[in-house]
């Protein structure tokens, strides 16, 4: 059975940064693709950042290119995310996601999701 345990989420203020980290059991992690997604107060969840199985590709929403960085380390079947520069529309809940394939650049969600972390920023 996949479980995936988010954590590091919290209140920051506008400008700051927090990192969190997500992680797997109940999988061979090192052979699957892992992504963020979040879900903001009254959106559809969106796909936040993906990183391909050996770590050799990630890729990012247009919204937090260049703030947010995706890394993982399979030795300790972790994955984590890096926020930072974070805005007030940053805020929502955190998906840690796996068992998608990726298409090219685009991250297809696959079946197992973590229970999710809350981050609010004020402003």
């Known amino acids: 059975q996949v479980q995936l345990v988010e954590a590091g989420g919290g209140l920051v203020q506008a400008g700051g940064s927090l990192r969190l980290s997500c992680a797997a059991s109940?999988?061979?992690?090192?052979?699957?693709?892992v992504a963020w997604y979040r879900q903001r107060p009254g959106k559809e969840r969106e796909f936040v950042a993906v990183?391909?199985?050996?770590?050799?590709?990630?890729y990012y929403s247009d919204s937090v290119k260049g703030r947010f960085t995706i890394t993982r380390d399979n030795a300790n079947n972790a994955v984590n995310l890096q926020m930072t520069s974070l805005k007030p529309e940053d805020a929502a809940i955190y998906y840690c996601?796996?068992?998608?394939?990726?298409?090219?650049?685009?991250?297809?969600?696959?079946?197992?999701w973590g229970q999710g972390t809350q981050v609010t920023v004020s402003s």
């Open positions: 109940g999988l061979t992690f090192s052979n699957y693709n």
């Open positions: 990183i391909t199985w050996s770590g050799d590709r990630t």
């Open positions: 996601t796996t068992g998608g394939p990726l298409i090219g650049s685009e991250y297809r969600e696959g079946q197992s």
